[in-house]
């Protein structure tokens, strides 16, 4: 998306900012925020461009919304907060051109792996869980992976700069790719759920380093159109910042995000049926060991050191780092979920365990929120979701994380177990919703670019998600093939519009010190949601399908009819009338009331989102 520029109105003279010429940021300070910039993981849409801010004297009061942009604004919208910088590179003695692409080609492809394995799991899951016989687990193939690449982000980041960017590269491609190949070969659902745990570290922090090397090679400001067209095989250093345009690179990953998404989805399925589903790992393995080696010779060993450089020794940078907080968080949302998932489904809530994990969870989550409070560098500050617009922004943003992940773990269950669908089909639907989010979020950037408001994509996403899952839950197993279709297009276009538009309306509500802290507050609160949304849909799934199983099912085979339906989707298939009947029933039943739960979600989302009251957006210099 293109970057903005402050410009004065129409004949106006040109506002003077304090300091704004006289003095430039340091290159700490422009690696620092570099470094910190937003990071992207499975299922979640690549990162927006960034923005630098202007000082704080030109900050308008969001909350009142008072500004000197003249009738030229919506009342929902303040004053320009941002302008972009002219800076150096933070890195810039690089390598040469051809290494550049070797390495941004290194980024692009783990991306590309990792986007396909999450949707390749959206859609074959039911197939896999059924092999095992475990369907009623079918919520932790996923979960385990969120929350361990959840957990990874921030301390790798940390990492990364006390010991640079190449040693945690390339240990996190060899676990990623080690953990691909045990899921390949796994022999057991615990072995599987265990491999996908380190599937996410792996993914995660892959993702999150190719993001946080991107803002180290690439410059974070704009350019001005009028300097020379940027030619990639010129004989120019890498860092001529004539030439070298985040948000050019950025669209790279926009695209490589829709085709491994689009591919995943498509394939999962068909791949699972034909080759078998240890296949769809499997094939995965040659191309992250292409991206370990390109990493190991292509990227410079002291990329990324600078700040531990600057700040001390590698131990005290390391020591920085909030682990109390990081593993209170991980340990309070584990056993949340733990607790959800178990609970009613493989056992009964007054299970000790069950409650156990939820006290663990009680205790666990308060005391977190209390080390947030008193942690030097906390990794979730407080008070970023303690005042309007970024609260707004933020937990709105988590419940379209929510609903988003609960409809694609879902749906593809609903078109197997209600419409008898085969995996291939229902893998292949998917890939309707992958490209609507995709192709929305490319043109919520050029309509942010145009019209420089901000609460436009955010709002209009919160109305296309409550139109979504209402679509999804008013469902019926008589219509026509297209209708299914149709139904996943709202959804679609309201995860395309908000993600992106969320992302740059927190950093334009947000000082320049503050960036970095509210990505990553961002991006963390996003990522739970994820996690929160499969755990949350599938807690009433399973607890709903066992209700319905018992009240529906009817016959002397009852109690073998639920045993095998709970244990493998592919089983409804293959039953005889009247019982087949009766368990499309009853998954018909369970899922609808996801849908619904999802509705709720989405008014609740839209009531958030309503009073904020966001920026605008910079003109573009001509």
């Known amino acids: 998306m293109p970057r903005t520029e402050d410009a004065p109105a129409s004949g106006a003279a040109p506002i003077p900012v304090p300091g704004a010429t006289k003095r430039r940021p340091s290159l700490a300070q422009l690696d620092l925020v570099s470094r910190s910039l937003p990071t992207a993981g499975p299922l979640l849409e690549p990162e927006a461009p960034a923005f630098t801010m202007m000082p704080p004297s030109r900050v308008p009061d969001v909350e009142s919304g008072d500004s000197a942009d003249g009738d030229d604004r919506g009342d929902d919208e303040t004053s320009p907060l941002l302008r972009t910088a002219s800076s150096p590179s933070s890195y810039p003695h690089g390598p040469a051109t051809r290494r ?159 085709i491994g998404s689009a591919l995943g989805a498509a394939l999962g399925g068909a791949m699972a049926e034909a080759l078998g589903w240890r296949w769809e790992f499997g094939i ?10 390109v990493s190991q010779l292509c990227i410079p060993s002291d990329l990324g050191l600078q700040a531990a450089s600057a700040s001390g020794t590698v131990w005290e940078a390391f020591a920085e780092f909030d682990f109390m907080g990081s593993v209170l968080l991980t340990v309070s949302v584990t056993f949340f979920i733990l607790g959800l998932n178990l609970g009613g489904n493989v056992l009964p809530w007054s299970h000790p365990f069950v409650i156990a994990s939820l006290c663990i969870f009680t205790l666990g989550f308060p005391a977190f929120l209390w080390v947030e409070t008193t942690a030097a560098k906390p990794i979730m500050p407080l008070r970023i979701v303690q005042a309007a617009p970024r609260a707004n922004l933020i937990f709105s943003n988590v419940l379209a994380a929510v609903m988003s992940n609960a409809i694609i773990f879902n749906i593809p269950l609903y078109f197997q177990a209600v419409l008898l669908s085969s995996a291939t089909d229902s893998g292949l639907r998917l890939v309707v919703p992958t490209v609507v989010a995709s192709f929305t979020g490319a043109m919520t950037g050029f309509g942010i670019s145009r019209t420089r408001r901000l609460k436009w994509p955010v709002f209009g996403g919160t109305i296309f998600y409550f139109i979504g899952t209402t679509s999804l839950a008013l469902l019926r197993r008589d219509l026509p093939q297209a209708v299914y279709l149709l139904a996943l297009v709202p959804f679609a276009i309201g995860q395309g519009a908000q993600f992106p538009g969320t992302f740059l309306a927190v950093l334009a509500t947000s000082e320049q010190s503050e960036q970095a802290v509210v990505t990553s507050t961002l991006v963390l609160w996003r990522s739970l949601g994820m996690v929160l949304g499969v755990a949350a849909s599938s807690l009433v799934v399973q607890n709903g ?58 008014v609740i989302s839209v009531f958030i989102a309503a009073p904020m009251k966001l920026p605008r957006l910079p003109a573009r210099k001509k």
């Open 100 to 258: 550049f692409w070797l390495i941004l080609g290194q980024v692009l492809l783990t991306h590309f792996v990792a986007c396909f394995d999450s949707t390749v799991m959206a859609s074959s899951h039911p197939v896999i869980t059924s092999d095992f016989g475990a369907a009623h687990s079918a919520s932790w193939l996923s979960t385990a992976f969120l929350l361990t690449s959840t957990a990874a982000q921030p301390p790798l980041g940390r990492l990364s700069d006390a010991l640079g960017r190449k040693p945690l590269v390339v240990g996190c491609l060899v676990v990623f790719a080690g953990a691909t190949v045990w899921c390949a070969l796994a022999g057991s659902i615990e072995s599987f759920i265990l491999a996908r745990a380190a599937c996410g570290v792996g993914a995660g922090g892959s993702m999150t380093l190719g993001a946080i090397i991107l803002s180290d090679l690439l410059p974070i400001e704009c350019v001005p159109l009028s300097l020379p067209p940027f030619r990639p095989f010129a004989d120019r250093g890498l860092f001529d910042v004539r030439h070298r345009q985040r948000p050019t690179y950025q669209s790279y990953v926009n695209v490589v995000y829709g």
């Open 545 to 602: 399908l066992l209700h319905y199983l018992n009240l529906f099912v009817e016959g002397d085979q009852k109690d073998d009819v639920i045993r095998r339906v709970r244990g493998s989707v592919e089983a409804v298939a293959g039953l005889q009338q009247p019982y087949q009947e009766q368990v499309v029933m009853s998954y018909e039943a369970a899922l609808r009331l996801t849908f619904i739960s999802c509705a709720v979600v989405g």
């Open 284 to 293: 995965q393995v040659p191309v992250l060991l292409l991206c370990l080696v």
